[in-house]
Structure formats: structure tokens, C-alpha cells
């Protein structure tokens, strides 16, 4: 007998069984309960279930055959008709000027895209490999207790490697493992609970960092940022009763120069001296380009008011969706707490298989590769560029093509995804709407083996065009090549 319908029936009610059976039976395959092809019971046993006369179910029947809801045959008894599938409601827009829509504007394919690793550069097949492994190794386990912060087989790796790669030295206890570096920012935000206070932030600085500071509650102080890093003078001058500083030390982002020595000691020390907290964004760790990385601020920190935070989103991948967060020592059991209530660590597999890549050595070959690629992408599109404008500057993973005022470098972006392109328009990092300078980021990781004059080509052709339409000088920084 085919397992009971959830058909409840009320016999004191004025509708008839009959009709009560199936519109209980219509629901059910509205609902999905009941899928087409399903096997209805016959009417002998629903009338036996239910404590009805066979009849009464008969008329149920009849009446959803006849709406073309069941069919029934000798063969297969009576099943659920087969429908057409109902049209998937369109998503609901999201408001512009979100934190949607930014992140969106962020994410996906194209050429000069920001924030992604190059594809060809992943070790796709090996990770997958390791991948599969974990994951058969995480469903076969019985009874698997998963650390909260994290598996300690990866916060192990992750110290070994921040010790020799980014000169800080940390214990696996005091690493939390996070979903990328807004989990890594949520929680930190979370433990220090400092709603009301102001906060530093780099200006220009990291749209979506900005705007977690705003969700949290903080009131920003925007502090410009020149060739040596953060401006700390300013900051002193201007708010030096901040709780927080969030700030990119290794290069900045998105304009590119490290931290100088003099201002990470000025930042150090404010933050020993008022009980400040600062958060690092080493978003890029040590995927720099030239020369060997310049050490995280975390291992200058004496006094314990730094909190690091790392992801592999540039480094694999954004979709692994892994980050960490490294607490100073007297709050590593804090945040471990947060972690353990609020924000656990992602699931054990991805975990894992990353821990094997980076345990075995692939990890540490992978980012070798990774640099010689992005080496050799990075002169092809300077080289690319030079000839259409005189303002091409390297900053981080990215070209920066600084635009005369008055540019829309959000149109421009928008204009240009219909050729396959998807610069970053520098505007949107801006907080002060005085030092706003409009310009385009040209991510490096995404610039393509072949056709990369072609690309710029087609790039400034729309900076031309927007020019036109605004009557902005672009000739004066945006040349046409000069015929060879």
C-alpha cells in the first residue's frame, strides 16, 4: 500500500467529504508533496484509511481526473498527471545604492575584472582531486566533532605559513577560521562591540568594508591616503579619539603603496597609547608583485591591539567563501566564544582539502606561478595602455587610469560590459565626496593571453565617447596613438 496521504477530514463541516479529499490531495500536489508521476492509493485502500465509503473517495477522484490533476490506468493505478512547471518568479531588484548591488557590481566574469584569481592559474583538477577526498572523508565519518573556530589541521598551516610568509607569528589557537574577509570582519566587529564609536577609514578605501563599518553602527572619519599609505598624521589631528582604524597595510587598496615604516609605528603606537583597535585587511598576504612582501602589521604589534585578517579569495578562489581571522592573545578565547554561538567556521571539507593543498606544498608553488603570471599580465597591459594615455599607474593587482574631473567612470564601467570588459570605476571607493577622483581599475589577474590592444582599444573608445557627451577635456590625459 502506498504510504497515507496527510488528508484530515471534518465531518461536522457543511462541505462534502468527497470535495474535502480532493481538495486536501490538490494541495498536496501544489505543494510538491505529491509529484507527477506519484502513485495515488486505490480507492479501497484511501477508503480504508480515511473511514469513508468507497464511493465517496471514488467522487474524489473523479472530480480531480476531470481537472486533469491524476489519470488513471490499468497498468500503473492512478498516479499524478504530469503538469507544466510553473515560470520562476523573477528575483526581486534590489535597491540601488545596496550593499547588493555593490558586491554585484564587484563579482562576476570579464575582462579587467577585480578581486578574482586568473582561472588558467588554479590548479583546478588537484584541488578537485583533494576536494573529493575530503568530502568522502567528511560523510563517512560516524560521529565527527568540527571545531568551531576552524580544523585545527588548517589553522595549523595557516600559522606555519603566516610565520614564514608574512612574518607573524601566532599560535592554531589563536586563528579563527572565517567565511572570507567579510566573516572575518563581522566577527571581529562583533567581539569588539564598539556601536557609537568613530572609526578611521581609509579614503579612498574597500567599498564593502565601508559599509559593514555603517551596518555596525560606527561613525567614519575618512582619512586620505598618499604615496607612503594612510595619512596617521591626519587621523591624530583630526579624530584622535577613534576606537578603530581598518586599514591595508601590505599595499593599499585601491591606490597600491605599502604602509611606510614611520606610519605603521605612528599607528602602532596610537593604538597602544588610547586603547584603539586596528584591524589589518591583508587582502592581497604575500601575492605582491615586487620584491618581497612587506611584513603584516600584526607581527610589529606589542601591545596586542591588532587584529589580522586574511582569506584565500585572491589567492584560489572568492567562491571557497575561507578566510581567517588572527586574535591577539588576550582575546583569542573571546573570539573563539563569538565563533562558537554566532559565527562557526564553514564546513569541514573545504577546510580540510585546503589544509592538504597548502600540508603537501601545492599552495606555496601555486602563488610562485600565480606572481610569474600576473608578472608577465601586468606588462602586457602597461605596454597596452601607454600608447592611449599618460596616466597609468600599477596599484596592487589592478592598473589605475586616473580620468579627467567631471568623468562618470561608473558609466564608462557599465558602458563597456557589453564588449566583454569590466573595469572597476574608482569613484564608488571614495567617501569624501571632495577628494572623490574618478578613474578606472584594471584588474591584472583577468587580462587575456591574446588581444589585449584590441581590449584597451575598445576601453577608451568609450572614455572618448563619455568625454564627448560631458564635454570633459579627456584629451588632456587621454591620448589617440600616433599612427606608426
Not at 508521476?37 to 480515511?50: H, V
Not at 561613525?219 to 577613534?242: K, M, N, Q, Y
Not at 581571522?325 to 554561538?341: H, I, K, Y
Not at 564601467?413 to 581599475?441: D, M
Request: with cysteine; aromatic share 4%.
Amino acid at each position: 500500500m502506498p504510504k497515507p496521504l496527510p488528508i484530515a477530514l471534518d465531518r461536522s463541516a457543511k462541505t462534502p467529504l468527497s470535495e474535502q479529499i480532493s481538495k486536501a490531495i490538490m494541495t498536496a500536489i501544489d505543494n510538491g508533496v505529491l509529484v507527477p508521476g506519484a502513485r495515488l492509493p486505490s480507492w479501497l485502500d484511501l477508503a480504508a484509511q480515511l473511514g469513508v465509503a468507497r464511493g465517496t473517495v471514488r467522487a474524489a477522484y473523479d472530480r480531480l481526473s476531470d481537472a486533469q490533476h491524476i489519470v488513471s490506468s490499468k497498468a500503473n493505478g492512478t498516479t499524478v498527471a504530469e503538469r507544466p512547471r510553473k515560470a520562476a518568479k523573477p528575483d526581486t531588484p534590489v535597491a540601488p545604492g545596496s550593499v547588493v548591488e555593490m558586491f554585484r557590481d564587484l563579482t562576476g566574469e570579464g575582462i579587467f575584472r577585480m578581486g578574482v584569481p586568473a582561472q588558467d592559474s588554479v590548479p583546478a583538477k588537484l584541488l578537485a582531486r583533494i576536494r573529493a577526498r575530503a568530502v568522502r572523508a567528511e560523510l563517512s565519518a560516524v560521529a565527527r566533532t568540527t571545531d568551531p573556530r576552524g580544523e585545527l589541521e588548517l589553522r595549523r598551516e595557516i600559522a606555519a605559513h603566516l610565520a614564514i610568509a608574512r612574518g607573524l607569528e601566532c599560535s592554531p589557537a589563536q586563528i579563527v577560521i572565517t567565511s572570507g574577509f567579510s566573516g572575518g570582519l563581522g566577527l571581529a566587529l562583533r567581539v569588539l562591540g564598539l556601536e557609537g564609536r568613530r572609526a578611521w577609514m581609509e579614503d579612498p578605501g574597500f567599498p564593502l568594508t565601508r559599509k559593514g563599518l555603517e551596518l555596525a553602527r560606527l561613525e567614519l572619519v575618512p582619512i586620505p591616503v598618499d604615496g607612503s599609505g594612510v595619512d596617521v598624521d591626519h587621523g591624530l589631528r583630526h579624530a584622535p579619539d577613534a576606537a578603530l582604524a581598518v586599514v591595508t597595510p601590505g599595499q593599499q587598496a585601491p591606490l597600491g603603496p605599502p604602509l611606510s615604516e614611520k606610519r605603521r609605528a605612528q599607528l602602532l603606537d596610537w593604538a597602544a597609547q588610547t586603547g584603539g583597535w586596528i584591524i589589518e585587511d591583508d587582502y592581497l598576504g604575500e601575492l605582491q608583485l615586487d620584491g618581497r612582501a612587506a611584513p603584516a602589521l600584526a607581527s610589529l604589534d606589542r601591545a596586542g591591539r591588532v587584529i589580522h585578517l586574511g582569506s584565500f579569495s585572491k589567492t584560489i578562489s572568492p567562491t571557497l567563501r575561507l578566510g581567517f581571522l588572527v586574535a591577539p592573545e588576550p582575546l583569542a578565547a573571546q573570539f573563539a566564544d563569538v565563533a562558537t554561538c554566532l559565527v562557526p567556521a564553514p564546513g569541514p571539507a573545504v577546510q580540510l582539502s585546503t589544509a592538504e593543498f597548502m600540508r603537501d606544498g601545492h599552495y606555496i608553488r601555486h602563488l610562485r606561478r600565480t606572481k610569474r603570471a600576473y608578472c608577465d599580465n601586468r606588462d602586457a597591459l602597461t605596454s597596452a595602455l601607454r600608447p592611449w594615455s599618460n596616466d597609468v599607474r600599477v596599484a596592487g593587482l589592478a592598473v589605475m587610469l586616473t580620468l579627467p574631473d567631471k568623468t562618470s567612470d561608473v558609466e564608462i564601467a557599465r558602458r563597456v560590459l557589453a564588449h566583454g570588459l569590466a573595469p572597476a570605476p574608482l569613484s564608488p571607493w571614495y567617501l569624501s565626496p571632495k577628494r572623490t577622483q574618478p578613474g578606472l581599475l584594471l584588474g591584472i589577474a583577468t587580462v587575456p593571453d591574446r588581444g589585449v590592444p584590441a581590449a584597451c582599444k575598445r576601453l577608451f573608445e568609450a572614455i572618448r565617447g563619455q568625454g564627448r557627451t560631458q564635454g570633459a577635456p579627456v584629451a588632456r590625459r587621454v591620448r589617440k596613438p600616433a599612427d606608426p
